[in-house]
């Protein structure tokens, strides 16, 4: 609050959230500088719900403890994804050395985000259209992060229109957000 008592906004810019001095000594990719400055989270958020997005499970973030010359103490943050070891620097300070195994996991995920992926749509299988149409939908988002990886981890909810020709569903476009229609909501033209 101003002396005056209102209440002011405040702009709060990706870099004051991060500490440069791990940005800087991580030498970290545009690829990640860019997707943690256009989400606007910290890198440990980011790279945490991203994680839980492709696991359906929170990382295991552990430290080890390190006594280097001088009998100074230095701390090792590292996880692991899909069998990749991923180990972030040696700092002083525990939340310094887990944002540096964040930056280096984000990496790790961005990079898994660019390869190939094909959803397993089970056609033969007794399903209902909307599980169909919900599997299409997000074969297509994960077709679309492999091209712009920054949107994936952004999104809270996929929606997704499909329009009917020649007795085939087409999907025509995707959106993001926090709202949209439950299965239940639509009606037949």
Do not use: W
Request: net charge negative; with cysteine; charged share 25%.
């Amino acid at each position: 609050m101003s002396e005056s008592g209102s209440v002011e906004a405040v702009t709060v810019k990706p870099e004051s959230i991060v500490d440069q001095s791990v940005f800087a000594s991580e030498n970290v990719s545009a690829l990640v500088k860019e997707t943690v400055e256009r989400s606007g989270k910290n890198p440990i958020s980011l790279f945490t719900e991203m994680y839980v997005q492709l696991t359906a499970m929170s990382p295991e973030m552990q430290f080890e403890t390190r006594t280097i010359e001088e009998n100074q103490i230095k701390f090792l943050c590292f996880t692991s994804f899909d069998g990749i070891y991923i180990e972030g620097g040696l700092f002083s300070q525990k939340k310094k050395a887990k944002l540096s195994c964040a930056l280096k996991g984000l990496s790790v995920l961005l990079n898994c985000l660019s390869q190939p992926f094909l959803a397993d749509a089970k056609f033969e299988e007794e399903t209902t259209i909307f599980e169909l149409m919900r599997e299409h939908t997000y074969a297509k988002f994960y077709d679309l992060s492999r091209e712009n990886p920054e949107i994936y981890g952004m999104e809270k909810v996929i929606a997704s229109v499909f329009i009917k020709v020649d007795e085939q569903l087409r999907l025509i476009t995707l959106a993001t957000g926090n709202k949209c229609l439950r299965g239940e909501s639509f009606n037949n033209f």
